[in-house]
């Protein structure tokens, strides 16, 4: 829109944004060489979602809404610390997120980060209230948190609704960048296709064709989809048979009776998707209704934490599919980094929990630093050019069609306590498999991003 004409010059119009761009640094009643006096606009976008007040200041906030109580509560305390952490290296300008995000100083956008941090219990409508008063209260930039992929969609159409960015936490179902994807939502972490496509080839490879699986399965989106995939890979690439689909309550407490139905399958395998405290129950429940090590353990969708939990005899052999393991230290600088200042702050080395919250804030900084603004859709936009950045599982980029980022899966073994070099050495790691093969094709789930405004 044209709000006037240097006099009589052959300059032409002048727009908004030209003044933005050519006369950020005037104030506003600075004098142009034509002697005129112009208001100077601090943005030319109306107020969207959080936008401007949420940048207003001289510091920005994020809203993290994980499980800290509840099944999950072991899983969302690791995410936290990740979190926690990122907020120390953004504000103090740490070498590490520069290798992520080089326009980083102290700070973003020469602004402070903040967190503030609500309980969700893993349930989706607690989550979706604690960021709606951290939106009231707090005017956040942008929210985070999510351990149950129940609560990640409920998010998803929350920011979506809200206009305010939602950096995802742990989450594998494939709905959350497949059918229940969003404009404002974007994921780092691997999820059910990419681990079925990465881990499959393996328990082939090592195990043969045509065996009997029984799968166990927490009722809801997450496992669901991740049983799917499974599934969908083991008989079209492997002839093995399904036999058997315990599916059971998120915070299960009492296994038994799955796994009478497990022992009376015939299954040679027990494939177990459950996740959290349900995950670490379940295993130990196995070993002690005699069903391991007599059939294999296989987890598809390794929890954090599930090894130094039930003991490395009850991992020992088991197969498992992941995000990131602390020894890929020895290949990648940034996880030598990453791990050496998180054990330096928290005494232990992060699981993956910890790395994938961590990355999502250095990305985010990354993005809102390239853009030069907090403006969402033009945040979101820097996302979607789909540019190559660093991470600690090496260079990866976000597929712009439904916001997911292609990234490598690890493919790890239980060690036995007699192989391991010191008391969280607990899995091998036997591949790094790369991301882009297991990935659906953009629009095989449906995924349908929606507006920016």
């Given at each position: 829109?044209a709000?006037?004409?240097?006099?009589?010059?052959?300059?032409?119009?002048?727009?908004?944004?030209?003044?933005?761009?050519?006369?950020?640094?005037l104030?506003?009643?600075?004098?142009?060489?034509?002697?005129?006096?112009?208001?100077?606009?601090?943005?030319?976008?109306?107020?969207?979602?959080?936008?401007?007040?949420?940048?207003?200041?001289?510091?920005?906030t994020i809203?993290?809404t994980?499980?800290?109580?509840?099944?999950?509560a072991?899983?969302?305390?690791?995410?936290?610390?990740?979190?926690?952490l990122a907020?120390?290296?953004?504000?103090?300008?740490?070498?590490?997120?520069?290798?992520?995000?080089?326009?980083?100083?102290?700070?973003?956008?020469?602004?402070?980060?903040?967190?503030?941090?609500?309980?969700?219990?893993?349930?989706?409508?607690?989550?979706?209230?604690?960021q709606?008063?951290?939106?009231?209260?707090?005017?956040i930039?942008?929210?985070?948190?999510?351990?149950?992929s129940?609560?990640?969609?409920?998010?998803?159409?929350?920011?979506?609704?809200?206009?305010i960015?939602?950096?995802?936490?742990?989450?594998?179902?494939n709905?959350?960048?497949?059918?229940?994807?969003?404009?404002?939502?974007?994921?780092?972490?691997?999820?059910?296709?990419?681990?079925?496509?990465?881990?499959?080839?393996?328990?082939?490879?090592?195990?043969?064709?045509?065996?009997?699986?029984?799968?166990?399965?927490?009722?809801y989106?997450?496992?669901?989809?991740?049983?799917?995939?499974?599934?969908?890979?083991?008989?079209?690439?492997?002839?093995?048979?399904?036999?058997?689909?315990?599916?059971s309550?998120?915070?299960t407490?009492?296994?038994?009776?799955?796994?009478?139905?497990?022992?009376?399958?015939?299954?040679?395998?027990i494939?177990n998707?459950?996740?959290?405290?349900?995950?670490?129950?379940?295993?130990?429940?196995?070993?002690?209704?005699?069903?391991?090590?007599?059939m294999?353990?296989?987890?598809?969708?390794?929890?954090?934490?599930?090894?130094?939990?039930?003991?490395?005899?009850?991992?020992?052999?088991?197969?498992?599919?992941?995000?990131?393991?602390?020894?890929?230290?020895?290949k990648?600088?940034?996880?030598?980094?990453?791990?050496?200042?998180?054990?330096?702050?928290?005494?232990?080395?992060?699981?993956?929990?910890?790395?994938?919250?961590?990355?999502?804030?250095?990305?985010?900084?990354?993005?809102?630093?390239?853009?030069?603004?907090?403006?969402?859709p033009?945040?979101?936009?820097?996302?979607e050019?789909?540019?190559?950045?660093?991470?600690?599982?090496g260079?990866?980029?976000?597929?712009?069609?439904?916001?997911?980022?292609?990234?490598?899966?690890?493919?790890?073994?239980?060690?036995?306590?007699?192989?391991?070099?010191?008391?969280?050495?607990?899995?091998e790691?036997?591949?790094?498999?790369?991301?882009?093969?297991?990935?659906?094709?953009?629009?095989?789930?449906?995924?349908?991003?929606?507006?920016?405004?």
């Amino acid at each position: 829109m044209a709000i006037g004409k240097f006099g009589g010059g052959d300059a032409g119009p002048v727009t908004r944004r030209t003044l933005l761009r050519a006369g950020a640094g005037l104030a506003g009643g600075a004098l142009l060489p034509s002697g005129l006096i112009l208001p100077a606009f601090a943005e030319d976008q109306p107020p969207l979602g959080t936008w401007p007040d949420g940048s207003k200041g001289d510091s920005v906030t994020i809203g993290a809404t994980v499980p800290r109580t509840g099944a999950y509560a072991v899983q969302g305390e690791d995410e936290l610390k990740g979190m926690q952490l990122a907020v120390e290296h953004l504000n103090e300008g740490h070498d590490l997120i520069r290798k992520i995000a080089p326009k980083v100083t102290k700070g973003v956008l020469g602004k402070q980060v903040n967190l503030v941090v609500a309980d969700s219990a893993a349930k989706p409508n607690n989550a979706v209230q604690e960021q709606q008063v951290f939106i009231n209260d707090n005017k956040i930039v942008a929210m985070t948190g999510s351990t149950s992929s129940a609560v990640a969609v409920a998010l998803n159409k929350f920011a979506q609704r809200e206009k305010i960015l939602y950096l995802v936490a742990i989450s594998g179902s494939n709905d959350t960048t497949g059918k229940d994807c969003v404009r404002y939502s974007f994921r780092q972490c691997f999820y059910g296709e990419t681990a079925a496509n990465a881990i499959g080839p393996v328990l082939v490879k090592n195990f043969g064709k045509g065996r009997k699986a029984a799968y166990m399965t927490p009722d809801y989106t997450y496992g669901h989809t991740v049983t799917k995939s499974v599934n969908d890979y083991l008989t079209s690439q492997g002839g093995w048979t399904q036999v058997t689909d315990q599916v059971s309550p998120l915070g299960t407490q009492d296994f038994s009776q799955y796994l009478t139905n497990i022992a009376n399958s015939g299954a040679e395998f027990i494939i177990n998707v459950n996740w959290g405290r349900d995950a670490v129950l379940s295993v130990q429940q196995a070993k002690q209704f005699g069903l391991t090590p007599k059939m294999n353990m296989v987890i598809p969708y390794q929890i954090p934490f599930l090894a130094k939990e039930v003991g490395p005899e009850l991992t020992e052999g088991v197969f498992a599919a992941t995000d990131f393991w602390w020894t890929l230290e020895d290949k990648y600088p940034l996880a030598k980094m990453f791990v050496d200042e998180f054990q330096k702050k928290y005494n232990y080395r992060p699981e993956w929990g910890a790395e994938n919250a961590y990355m999502q804030f250095a990305i985010w900084a990354r993005m809102v630093s390239e853009a030069g603004t907090f403006y969402p859709p033009d945040v979101i936009k820097q996302y979607e050019k789909g540019e190559t950045f660093p991470s600690m599982v090496g260079d990866v980029r976000f597929r712009p069609e439904d916001h997911q980022l292609i990234r490598p899966v690890v493919i790890v073994r239980g060690k036995a306590p007699k192989d391991m070099k010191n008391s969280e050495d607990y899995w091998e790691v036997l591949e790094v498999v790369p991301g882009e093969p297991l990935m659906q094709k953009p629009d095989a789930f449906g995924c349908d991003l929606g507006n920016y405004t």
